[in-house]
């Protein structure tokens, strides 16, 4: 029986674990994909720590996930053998339930996250549900494309249903995994980018990806230097400071929203201030496979690319210290296989 090397997690704030498992067969509706590359995203700390409700272990986490189909399941009119896929975080709908029907895929009653609800992609094989994986273009190379499967749909997704139109002024808060794609997509996009980071020091890197003004939120005001632009029309918030988040909404233009994507867990509103202007608070959630797809093709077009650090599959223990540590330049990426 063949076998393969996973990376697993078997209890809550565990060790990464290197075992051999058989390589599992694509059920009904399911594909099986040879890992290339896999993201290591914040979120995996989910699976690391247990703190989502309802892990199961021992479990492999993983939704950045760039590799190729090589088996598929009964059922799966879409996918073959030898297609280049990626697979995020959204690990697939029903198309029965109600948000499905409602077209609300993202919000689909089965609640299949990638590498939380079943294994993702620190390994050389996983099983994907057909309808959680996307086309991965030709020129994208896997390492390349992996970071884009959480971090790069969640910006692009994000900033194409903002509302914003091209000239409009679109500000990034945070630098970091997220930011640093925000601010190409942004830009790309035809938006007027606005780059907000604590420290003079990141000026130089936001202008490189795109960015036509940078605010020092350490030694300006962010609020009062965008209303200065005339007001954002929408704020993306890529960091995890609620008091962050809080400060900067002040910047807002009329009907401009202030777009969360860092998981703070709590932030300070000021309705008079938004009702005044109807202004908004949003959350946003990534994307499902079709979205995945779109930033896949929009980053091969226009030459968005995640800046990586790259370790094998082997140290994923080591590679996910250096992601937690805040100090990776911007993204890390396992390779796997030979
Ligand atoms: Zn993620
Ligand atoms: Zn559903």
């Known amino acids: 029986m063949a076998t393969m090397h996973v990376v697993q997690v078997s209890r809550p704030d565990g060790p990464f674990e290197t075992v051999e498992?058989?390589?599992?067969?694509?059920?009904a509706g399911w594909v099986r994909i040879r890992v290339q590359a896999c993201?290591?995203?914040?979120?995996?700390?989910?699976?690391?720590?247990?703190?989502?409700?309802?892990?199961?272990?021992p479990r492999v986490p993983g939704h950045e996930v760039a590799g190729v189909?090589?088996?598929?399941?009964?059922?799966?009119?879409s996918w073959q053998p030898g297609q280049r896929v990626g697979v995020g975080w959204n690990g697939g709908y029903c198309g029965h339930c109600e948000h499905c029907r409602r077209g609300d895929l993202f919000a689909c009653v089965t609640g299949r996250a990638t590498g939380i609800t079943y294994d993702?992609?620190?390994?050389?094989?996983m099983l994907a549900h057909a309808t959680a994986v996307a086309l991965m273009p030709a020129e994208l190379a896997p390492v390349e494309a992996a970071p884009l499967m959480c971090a790069g749909v969640t910006m692009f997704n994000a900033l194409r249903n903002s509302g914003a139109r091209p000239g409009d002024v679109v500000a990034v808060l945070g630098l970091g995994g997220l930011g640093h794609l925000g601010v190409q997509y942004a830009a790309k996009m035809g938006f007027y980018v606005v780059g907000i980071a604590?420290?003079?020091?990141?000026?130089?890197?936001?202008?490189?990806?795109?960015?036509?003004?940078y605010l020092d939120s350490q030694s300006q005001d962010p609020a009062a230097e965008l209303?200065?632009?005339g007001g954002a029309r929408v704020i993306l918030a890529t960091v995890t400071s609620g008091d962050a988040m809080s400060a900067v909404q002040g910047g807002l233009a009329v009907n401009g929203t202030l777009l969360l994507i860092g998981a703070a867990h709590s932030m300070?509103?000021?309705p008079l201030f938004l009702l005044a202007g109807r202004r908004s608070v949003r959350g946003w959630y990534s994307g499902t496979a079709i979205d995945s797809?779109?930033?896949l093709a929009f980053s091969t077009r226009s030459g968005v690319r995640s800046m990586n650090e790259i370790f094998p599959l082997e140290r994923a223990s080591e590679a996910y210290d250096r992601m937690m540590s805040g100090k990776a330049r911007f993204r890390v990426v396992l390779t796997v296989g030979r």
């Open 227 to 229: 209303l200065r632009l």
């Open 21 to 27: 498992r058989q390589i599992p067969e694509p059920g």
């Open 39 to 57: 993201g290591i995203c914040h979120s995996d700390s989910l699976v690391k720590e247990g703190t989502f409700p309802g892990i199961q272990y």
């Open 268 to 270: 300070q509103v000021f």
């Open 293 to 295: 797809q779109d930033t």
């Open 198 to 213: 604590r420290g003079k020091d990141k000026e130089p890197l936001a202008c490189e990806l795109g960015a036509s003004a």
């Open 120 to 125: 993702g992609g620190y390994a050389e094989y």
């Open 69 to 77: 189909i090589d088996s598929v399941g009964s059922g799966v009119a």
